[in-house]
T-cell receptor, first 114, second 113 residues
C-alpha cells in the first residue's frame, strides 16, 4: 500500500514565529500531486497548498510554503509569521496517478500560542 | 456561491441498521468523492464518482455503496452498520478528476451504538 506519513502528532509554536510540519510519502509513480490540507476545529477541510511533482520549484502561498524533495519523497510545510487562526489539524495528502483518490497522512495537530 | 453541503450533520444509529448520507457538490462540479475519517486519524478514501459513474473505490467492504444523480449530488449508503463505522464522513467535490482541487464539505458525524 502506498502511504503518507506525518511523524509529528502534535506541535506548538508561538504567535509570529515559524514552524515546519514534516511529511514523507511512498509512491512508484513519476507524476503526481501533493497537498497540504488544514482542518480547524469546525471540521471543514481547507486546501492550504499544492505541489505538482514534475515541478522542481517549491510552491508558495502567502505565509505558507513547501520544501519538496522528490528523491527523498519528502514534502514539508513551512508556516511563517504564525497566527492564532493557524491552530488546526494539518494533513498531508498525495493524489494517485489516476487522479481519483487522495491518500492522507495521520495529521499533525498544530497549536499556535499567544 | 454555496460550498459543498452534506446532510444530516449528525446521526446516531444502532448496529445492524442501514444509513444514507447525502452530499450536494458545488455548482458546476461533476465529481464527488467520499472519505471516512475515524477520530484521531486522517481521512480514508471510499469512492469517487464522475459523471454518474464510479471512477474509484477504496478498500472498504461491500456494505458500503454510493451513487451519483443526474444533478451530480451523491448518496453514500452503509448497510449492516458496525461499531467501527462510527466516524466523520466527508464529501468532496471537484470540477473533474486528475489534479483538480477537491473542496470538502463539513461532514456527517455518524455514531453507531
Amino acid at each position: 500500500a502506498q502511504t503518507v506519513t506525518q511523524s509529528q502528532p502534535e506541535m506548538s509554536v508561538q504567535e509570529a514565529e515559524t514552524v515546519t510540519l514534516s511529511c514523507t510519502y511512498d509512491t512508484s509513480e513519476n507524476n503526481y500531486y501533493l497537498f497540504w490540507y488544514k482542518q480547524p476545529p469546525s471540521r471543514q477541510m481547507i486546501l492550504v497548498i499544492r505541489q505538482e511533482a514534475y515541478k522542481q520549484q517549491n510552491a508558495t502561498e502567502n505565509r505558507f510554503s513547501v520544501n519538496f524533495q522528490k528523491a527523498a519523497k519528502s514534502f514539508s510545510l513551512k508556516i511563517s509569521d504564525s497566527q492564532l487562526g493557524d491552530t488546526a489539524m494539518y494533513f498531508c495528502a498525495r493524489e494517485n496517478n489516476a487522479g481519483n483518490m487522495l491518500t492522507f497522512g495521520g495529521g499533525t495537530r498544530l497549536m499556535v500560542k499567544p | 456561491d454555496a460550498g459543498v453541503t452534506q446532510s444530516p450533520t449528525h446521526l446516531i444509529k444502532t448496529r445492524g441498521q442501514h444509513v444514507t448520507l447525502r452530499c450536494s457538490p458545488i455548482s458546476g462540479h461533476k465529481s464527488v468523492s467520499w472519505y471516512q475519517q475515524v477520530l484521531g486519524q486522517g481521512p480514508q478514501f471510499i469512492f469517487q464518482y464522475y459523471e454518474k459513474e464510479e471512477r474509484g473505490r477504496g478498500n472498504f467492504p461491500d456494505r458500503f455503496s454510493a451513487r451519483q444523480f443526474p444533478n451530480y449530488s451523491s448518496e453514500l449508503n452503509v448497510n449492516a452498520l458496525l461499531l467501527g463505522d462510527s466516524a466523520l464522513y466527508l464529501c468532496a467535490s471537484s470540477l473533474g478528476t486528475e489534479s483538480y482541487e477537491q473542496y470538502f464539505g463539513p461532514g456527517t458525524r455518524l455514531t453507531v451504538t
